[in-house]
């Protein structure tokens, strides 16, 4: 069978069309499941950054009271202190320690893990059993 040249080319169009938009859905699709990716900062990663460093933020349960805390560096087990102040007067200590991928806290108040995401060079994300905690940890 003979095609005419406008068949051809009708055929042709359809088809690089259909490829093209088929590649445009394609990287649409994978950008958008790579926004909603959630990437956790790994063990190592939060040895290198938390221990020796100093944070501070708002409360989770107020949304209003700031506080400060210091860390020491980490020992060998991956384990430290440290010291925070809370509504800028209230003293505090623990200990703090990484099981697995994940930041521990020990206190007076309890024993917390989290994991931990990395919003920009000195703003952490901290997740609570899968779920982001609305106000941020500020690296200084």
């Not at 959630?38 to 939060?46: P, S």
């Amino acid at each position: 069978m003979i095609y005419s040249s406008f068949e051809q080319y009708t055929r042709s169009f359809i088809s690089s069309r259909f490829c093209a938009t088929a590649i445009a859905v394609g990287i649409a699709l994978c950008a958008s499941s790579a926004v909603h990716a959630q990437t956790f900062m790994t063990q190592g990663e939060l040895l290198a950054t938390i221990p020796g460093s100093q944070m501070s933020g708002v409360s989770n349960q107020d949304n209003k009271t700031p506080w400060v805390q210091a860390y020491s560096k980490a020992t060998q087990k991956k384990t430290g202190k440290y010291n925070g102040i809370w509504g800028g007067k209230d003293k505090y200590t623990g200990e703090f320690f990484v099981k697995g991928d994940q930041w521990c806290e020990k206190g007076d108040w309890g024993q917390k893990c989290w994991s931990v995401e990395r919003v920009s060079a000195k703003e952490l994300r901290i997740y609570d059993n899968g779920k982001p905690k609305k106000n941020t940890w500020m690296l200084k």
